[in-house]
Nanobody
Framework: QVQLVESGGGLVQPGGSLRLSCAAS????????MGWYRQAPGKERELVAR???????NYADSVKGRFTISRDNRKNTVYLQMNSLKPEDTAVYYC?????????????WGQGTQVTVSS
C-alpha cells in the first residue's frame, strides 16, 4: 500500500510565498512522474506542474515564472515552491505520483492541502 502525505498549505497575503511538500511511503520500488494539481471551488482540477524522474518539468502557463517544482528521489518527495502568489492561486492543491510498488504501477493522490491567498 502506498500513501502520499502533503503539507505546507495555509493562508498567505498576495505576493507572498508557500512551499508544499508531498512524501510517498509504503512498498515503493520506483517513482516516475510526480506532479501537483489544483482545484478551485466550482472549477475542474487542473495541472499546475509536473516533473519526470530525470528532472524534466512542465508548468501551467498561469504559474510559469512564479512556481518551481522539484523532487528528492531518495525521500520519495515532491515539492512546489510558490512565489508571488495571487488570489487566483487559491485552491486545494493535490500531489500525484506514478509509483511502482509491490502490486505494480499505479497513480496515487495526496489528501489535498488548502492554499488561500487573501489580504
Amino acid at each position: 500500500q502506498v500513501q502520499l502525505v502533503e503539507s505546507g498549505g495555509g493562508l498567505v497575503q498576495p505576493g507572498g510565498s508557500l512551499r508544499l511538500s508531498c512524501a510517498a511511503s509504503g512498498s515503493i520500488f520506483s517513482i516516475n512522474t510526480m506532479g501537483w494539481y489544483r482545484q478551485a471551488p466550482g472549477k475542474e482540477r487542473e495541472l499546475v506542474a509536473r516533473i519526470t524522474r530525470g528532472g524534466s518539468t512542465n508548468y501551467a502557463d498561469s504559474v510559469k515564472g512564479r512556481f518551481t517544482i522539484s523532487r528528492d528521489n531518495r525521500k520519495n518527495t515532491v515539492y512546489l515552491q510558490m512565489n508571488s502568489l495571487k488570489p487566483e492561486d487559491t485552491a486545494v492543491y493535490y500531489c500525484n505520483q506514478n509509483v511502482g510498488g509491490a502490486s505494480g504501477w499505479g497513480d496515487y493522490w495526496g489528501q489535498g492541502t488548502q492554499v488561500t491567498v487573501s489580504s
